[in-house]
């Protein structure tokens, strides 16, 4: 069965230029959840929708930052204009309704290096 | 807020026992969960424990779970080189998890 699927899985560009990171959900799932993971600040949860619609982006670092759904079996979270301090691993995950007893799971993430 | 917190290191003999303890502060997260991530790959879902329960055991793997402490651990039995990771704890929060800082685990021969 297909996991959750990122692209690119790497990513190196220089500040000032626009990102944009792509994540498929596992077909079927309602819930799609984008994370940061960091040395400095760990793992960090930056949005997530339920069935499409945003439900909290109270993680997300700054105007700089958005992300999409335009349907369920696709989102992009874009960063425009890039800085270095945006260098992490960025990673999506799905659950099948977003419920506390429905367990997420995580795509192999991007890596995104910010020149 | 809500903070999840667990030590940073743990190293153990390969065949050892590795106990990974975490701390959590909302006690209404109704479900606990232990991820494991290994280099350059996502987190995977190793096992959950709802609130009312104080131990699950699954294979080599113990939860168990301390309500009144806000106290959850895991154990691996007869740890082996590939269980080398780094062990995630997770609260649930509504439909969020908030997740503690990973614990490297290094098992030598």
């Known amino acids: 069965d297909a996991g959750v699927i990122q692209s690119p899985r790497h990513e190196v560009t220089e500040m000032g230029q626009e990102v944009t990171l792509r994540c498929k959900p596992i077909?079927?799932?309602?819930?799609l959840f984008w994370y940061r993971q960091t040395m400095m600040r760990g793992l960090e949860l930056l949005i997530y929708?339920?069935?499409?619609?945003?439900?909290?982006d109270s993680g997300m670092p700054e105007d700089r930052f958005s992300a999409k759904m335009p349907n369920a079996s696709f989102s992009t979270l874009k960063i425009q204009p890039s800085e270095p301090r945006d260098s992490a691993v960025y990673f999506c995950?799905?659950?099948?309704?977003?419920?506390?007893?429905?367990?997420?799971?995580f795509g192999d993430g991007t890596r995104l290096s910010i020149l | 807020g809500e903070d999840v917190e667990q030590s940073l290191f743990l190293s153990v003999r390969e065949g050892d026992s590795s106990v990974i303890n975490c701390t959590y502060t909302d006690s209404s997260s109704t479900y606990l969960y232990w991820y494991k991530q290994e280099p350059g790959a996502g987190l995977q879902l190793l096992t959950y424990i709802f609130s009312n329960m104080d131990m699950k055991q699954d294979q080599r793997l113990t939860v168990l779970l301390n309500k009144k402490d806000k106290h959850l651990s895991l154990r691996i039995a007869d740890t082996q080189t590939g269980d080398s990771a780094i062990y995630f704890c997770a609260e649930s929060e509504g439909d969020k998890l908030i997740f503690g800082t990973g614990t490297r685990l290094q098992v030598f021969p």
């Open positions: 995950a799905s659950s099948p309704s977003g419920g506390a007893d429905q367990p997420q799971h």
């Open positions: 077909s079927g799932h309602n819930s």
């Open positions: 929708f339920n069935n499409n619609v945003p439900i909290d």
